[in-house]
């Protein structure tokens, strides 16, 4: 069982990477690369331990869902059938995957929480595996890493990286878009408060305080310029 397992995931690092080759440098490789490996540091310290295969699986797939899909694009489910049918995993342990990488992401937590579906808001506060994904992505997108993620996804979209300097505010619409300087206090500051692990709130502090301090040397460097 041990050699399916390891050709299961051999195969879908391979997929994987050439998958996320054409994306921008917030969303490569690399990015799932970390998301995977601090997931697994994640579930490995819950007890019980959640199904590292899954959390694994799911790790490496996170970004296979709607971020960059257009209407041509082939159903999750049809894009990963070939490697969710391979004999080392179950069929509940594919359903699984497939329930939690659309669960992943900040926007679908939020929209859970004004569902009238009391069974799939429960799913989402008890599913460990689905949480030791979401802890490792939201990390991911603070800190260090997230400062030049937020950075590299804002020189992807055309979006300016600083507040004006005359005014010290964007011309955004609250979503974001006005500047990687906004982003911040738009979604990235409110991560940390929505972390569910002991280890990713634990560790989100200390990334939440780097982008604290970031952003207070960016308002003196600013301030240099008025």
């Known amino acids: 069982m041990g050699k399916d397992i390891d050709d299961l995931l051999k195969q879908a690092e391979t997929f994987v990477r050439a998958h ?10 690399h990015h799932v690369e970390r ?7 994640i579930a490995q310290s819950l007890d019980p331990q959640p ?11 996170h970004d296979l869902d709607d971020k960059y899909r257009t209407s041509t694009s082939p159903t999750l489910s049809d894009l990963l059938s070939p490697l969710l049918s391979h004999p080392a995993i179950s069929s509940c342990q594919s359903e699984l995957i497939l329930k939690i ?29 689905l949480h030791s994904v979401q ?26 990286l600083m ?16 500047s990687a300087e906004g982003h911040f206090e738009e979604k ?21 305080q ?8 960016l308002d003196r460097e600013r301030d240099l310029l008025i």
């Open 20 to 29: 996320m080759a054409g994306y921008d440098p917030s969303h490569d490789w």
């Open 35 to 41: 998301v995977r490996r601090l997931a697994l540091k």
């Open 51 to 61: 199904d590292l295969l899954v959390v694994e699986l799911a790790a490496l797939f």
């Open 101 to 129: 990488i659309p669960s992943v992401s900040y926007t679908s937590e939020l929209k859970s929480l004004i569902e009238q579906n009391d069974e799939r808001r429960n799913w989402q506060r008890d599913c460990k595996e």
């Open 135 to 160: 802890d490792s992505d939201r990390l991911d997108a603070i800190g260090s890493i997230g400062i030049m993620r937020c950075a590299a996804f804002s020189c992807k979209v055309n979006r300016k």
């Open 163 to 178: 507040e004006d300097v005359e005014t010290g505010s964007g011309d955004g619409d609250g979503s974001g878009s006005g």
């Open 188 to 208: 990235l500051l409110r991560i940390r408060d929505r972390m569910k692990t002991p280890f990713g709130k634990e560790e989100a502090e200390k990334r939440h």
């Open 210 to 217: 780097t982008m604290v301090e970031f952003l207070s040397s």
